[in-house]
Structure formats: structure tokens, C-alpha cells
């Protein structure tokens, strides 16, 4: 039987706390997603969006919606990769600044029109444009209160703090602008997807090149719930001014 010396368990924790470091590390870098403003069913017509994380895995969706008035639009479900609905949006009609409103969906709820989703404990934001009369892209977001509040380890609820929120700053029409905290800081940034670049070979004819607006890069910050993130997002490409050109239709 083989004897383990004390060396060898100082190794072992040495490598355990290397391991735990490095996990840190990456928890501590933004999350980069490419968003193909296209349905992962690939049904033609279709309007929705296929996000893929830093490793090429399927982790968002939103599929088969058509672009229609918004008084039609109906509800939109924000997916993760396997299907799982996540999020619910939907257009507050005869809003003069084109409000959105958000809401979870519980286990066993997608799917069933009489389910009340206009519950405040269910509601984690709503969202609209600065201006209502302006051709600009800038949006504000308002946090419910009830996604806010904690529960306390007793099962009481915790008296809510107050909701924050986010705004969208920029050119989100042109795949430039940033998504930033009530307090001023980034929480994330959308930005054109470029492909291509210098290699050791032919680095003086070889350049990055910007891809359409059917693709662009999702940078969220450490900490930020990438969901509500993408569910910005979705709404940020309902409310702008931009018309729709299908992708059949869209070549130069």
C-alpha cells in the first residue's frame, strides 16, 4: 500500500487553491455572447434571435415571431438554449413611448393564455423610450419593486429595496451603445461583430472585417443577469425606428 506523505497532501491543496483561483478568474471577466438576429428554427419568415456564449453554446432564443404592428405583436418568450422559457415580453398597447413590460415565467406557466401575467410579484421590468417624438435609439429601464425584495432565511419578506434600473445609451440601430446601471456604471455593451483579422502570414492584407447587423457582440459585465440583459435587447430591437429587411432580402 502506498504511503502518502505530507509533501503530497501540500500539493494537493496547492492545486485545489489553483483551481479555485483560476474559477474565480473567469468569474470575474465579462461574458462575451454573438447574437444572430435570427430563429434557431429556421423557419423563413421568422424574426427571432439565436445567442451563442464564448464556446459556441446555444444560450438564448427567442424563435418565431413574426414582425408585426405592435398592437398585434402579442407575447415574446425569451428561451435559454434547450427551449426553457425564461422571460415573457410584452407590448403595453397605446403607449406613446412604446413601453415593454417584462415578467418571469414560472415552471408550467408558458404556454397558458388564462395565466395571470400582469402580477406585480411576477413583474421584473418595464421598459420605454426617453422620447417619444425623437428619432433616437436611447431607452430607460425600470426594475419592479417586487424583483427587488429579498426573502429573509425564515421565510418572512424582507422589506424591498429600492428598484434600480438601467439605461440604453447610443446607437443600438448601428450596433453601438452601452447598457448602463442607475448609478452610471456599464452593465453592458452591444457592439458590430468582426471577423477576420491579421495573421502572422499576411498581416499587412489581412483586416478585420464588420459583419451585418444580423450579428453583433453582447458584452455583459461581472455580475449582471445576462437574461434580463438579452431580454433589453429583444426589446431594444422592437422599439427602434429601423424597418425590417428579411434576410432573404437583405444582400447588397
Known amino acids: 500500500m502506498s504511503r502518502i506523505h505530507p509533501s503530497d ?10 483551481t479555485a483561483a483560476a474559477a474565480e478568474r473567469e468569474r470575474q471577466q465579462p461574458a462575451v455572447y454573438t447574437v444572430w438576429k435570427r430563429s434557431s428554427m429556421g423557419f423563413q419568415g421568422t424574426d427571432g434571435f439565436s445567442v451563442y456564449d464564448a464556446a459556441g453554446r446555444l444560450a438564448f432564443r427567442v424563435d418565431n415571431y413574426a414582425r408585426r404592428p405592435k398592437a398585434f405583436a402579442g407575447e ?3 428561451m435559454d438554449g434547450r427551449g426553457a422559457p425564461l422571460l415573457s415580453l410584452r407590448p403595453q398597447i397605446f403607449s406613446l413611448h412604446d413601453r415593454w413590460n417584462c415578467y418571469r415565467v414560472a415552471p408550467g406557466e ?8 400582469s402580477s406585480s410579484a411576477q413583474q421584473l421590468f418595464s421598459m420605454r423610450k426617453c422620447a417619444a417624438l425623437q428619432s433616437t435609439d436611447d431607452a430607460e429601464v425600470h426594475m419592479s419593486t417586487a424583483s427587488a425584495a429579498t426573502t429573509s432565511g425564515r421565510g418572512c419578506r424582507a422589506p424591498p429595496s429600492p428598484p434600480s434600473g438601467y439605461r440604453v445609451e447610443g446607437c443600438f440601430s448601428r450596433r453601438s451603445c452601452k447598457i448602463t446601471r442607475s448609478d452610471g456604471q456599464e452593465a453592458a455593451r452591444i457592439l458590430r461583430k468582426k471577423a477576420g483579422g491579421p495573421t502572422a502570414a499576411a498581416a499587412s492584407s489581412s483586416r478585420p472585417v464588420a459583419l451585418g447587423d444580423d450579428v453583433f457582440s453582447l458584452v455583459v459585465r461581472p455580475g449582471v ?7 433589453i435587447v429583444v426589446v431594444m430591437d422592437r422599439i427602434c425606428r429601423k424597418p425590417y429587411a428579411p434576410m432573404a432580402c437583405s444582400a447588397q
Open 76 to 78: 415574446l418568450l425569451l
Open 110 to 117: 408558458e404556454g397558458c393564455p388564462e395565466t395571470d401575467k
Open 9 to 18: 497532501r501540500g500539493d494537493g491543496a496547492r492545486r485545489a487553491a489553483r
Open 225 to 231: 443577469d445576462a437574461a434580463t440583459v438579452m431580454a
